[in-house]
T-cell receptor, first 113, second 118 residues
């Protein structure tokens, strides 16, 4: 099973709202990722978790707050977002280092109004 | 720094035509890993293939084939007898380790939008 699930599929939120995106994998992968993808662009890496610890933060604004409660779950907490944060947010997981492919979830399409 | 170039922004073909998507990469690593992903309109990136730098054998999977040429730093993808369901954005990517922990950073090309018309 190479499935990564994400909820919700779609999210519309105001600039003052607080919401969370959820991601889950049951492949026993050690690394989990959050990406942001704007239309007609490749995904941009936001965060990398390795063994449930944050290992990479690609200078993401603090209004995005990741959390890894356990090895299967990854959350992205959103607060005070801007309209330019509207995008497709993708979660991925992998067995480990660069030799391994990343498996992506279906994404959450976020609209900030 | 690593770089992946997909010079073809959009390709349009008629069903049953063969089509090749180009990918050229730059890296200073002697060992490296390349990937192709498919992104249909639904949005999910689907992993297609991984290739490491020390295995130059070409690979075929059904209608899909990949041509890896280290001498030209290219990793091209060919779809034979294309079908409407092949319509998607295709990304080529190069991975790098992120520190001493597990995990990797993918450098993606800009992607090629393939449209297969009936």
């Amino acid at each position: 099973d190479t499935e990564v699930t994400q909820t919700p599929k779609h999210l519309v939120m105001g600039m003052t709202n607080k919401k969370s995106l959820k991601c889950e994998q049951h492949m026993g992968h050690r690394a989990m990722y959050w990406y942001k993808q704007k239309a007609k662009k490749p995904p941009e890496l936001m965060f990398v978790y390795s063994y449930e610890k944050l290992s990479i933060n690609e200078s993401v604004p603090s209004r995005f707050s990741p959390e890894c409660p356990n090895s299967s779950l990854l959350n992205l907490h959103l607060h005070a977002l801007q309209p330019e944060d509207s995008a497709l947010y993708l979660c991925a997981s992998s067995q480990g280092g660069r030799a391994y492919e990343q498996y992506f979830g279906p994404g959450t399409r976020l609209t900030v109004t | 720094a690593q770089k992946v170039t997909q010079a073809q922004t959009e390709i349009s073909v008629v069903e049953k035509e063969d089509v090749t998507l180009d990918c050229v990469y730059e890296t200073r690593d002697t060992t490296y890993y390349l990937f192709w992903y498919k992104q249909p309109p639904s949005g999910e990136l689907v992993f297609l293939i991984r290739r490491n730098s020390f295995d130059e054998q070409n690979e075929i999977s059904g209608r899909y084939s990949w041509n890896f040429q280290k001498s030209t730093s290219s990793f091209n993808f060919t779809i034979t007898a294309s079908q409407v369901v092949d319509s998607a954005v295709y990304f080529c990517a190069l991975s790098e380790e992120v520190g001493e922990t597990s995990g990797s950073r993918l450098t993606f090309g800009e992607g090629t939008q393939l449209t297969v018309n009936p």
